[in-house]
């Protein structure tokens, strides 16, 4: 059964688009040989990312990624064993939302103004934000 992990940083400096892009060419390279799949959503700073795979796989990459000082502020908001993936044509799915008036986008600001605000465990807002992404992923930034 695979396992889901998602969790919330924001960047210690905001993430050039040209930063962003060399993130997700060694993310990819390096998720696919891990057999991970996910995404990364990222909003003026602010970060959520899904990693899903074997269990052991993903809590190992995520204590990699959670020393990354490239953010801080790392929180998880939902983990656990999953029927299937939610990414699974993704080795790391993308979606920069800082530029976007979307409504997408101005749920994504809600849920981490709302994540300061309330505290960091919020798995049912971070679910349907992940289910709005699956909607909205984009091959390179
Ligand atoms: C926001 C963020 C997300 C990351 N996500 C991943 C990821 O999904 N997979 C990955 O291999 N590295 C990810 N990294 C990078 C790792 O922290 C680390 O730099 C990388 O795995 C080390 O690669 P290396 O083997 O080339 O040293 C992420 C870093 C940041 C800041």
New binding site residues.
């Given amino acids: 059964m695979p396992y889901d992990l998602t969790y919330v ?1 924001r960047a210690t400096t905001p993430l050039t688009p040209a930063q962003l892009a060399d ?1 997700l060419r ?2 990819r390279a ?2 696919e040989e891990l057999g ?1 799949t ?1 995404a ?1 959503l990222y909003e003026g700073g602010h ?1 959520m ?1 899904v ?1 899903e795979g074997d269990q052991p796989t993903v809590e190992a ?1 995520y204590e ?2 959670a020393q ?1 000082p ?2 801080r502020e790392v929180a998880v908001v939902a983990a656990g064993p999953v029927s299937r993936r939610q990414f699974a044509d993704w080795s ?1 799915g993308f979606r920069d939302l800082s530029t976007d008036r979307s409504e997408f986008a101005q749920d994504a600001r809600a849920f981490f103004a709302s994540r300061t605000l309330l505290g960091e465990r919020r798995p049912s807002a971070a679910q349907r934000l992940v289910l709005a992404l699956r909607h909205s992923l984009v091959a390179f930034p």
């Fill in positions: 940083s993130l060694v993310c390096h998720n991970v996910g990364l970060i990312q990693l990459l990699v990624i990354d490239r953010h790391m």
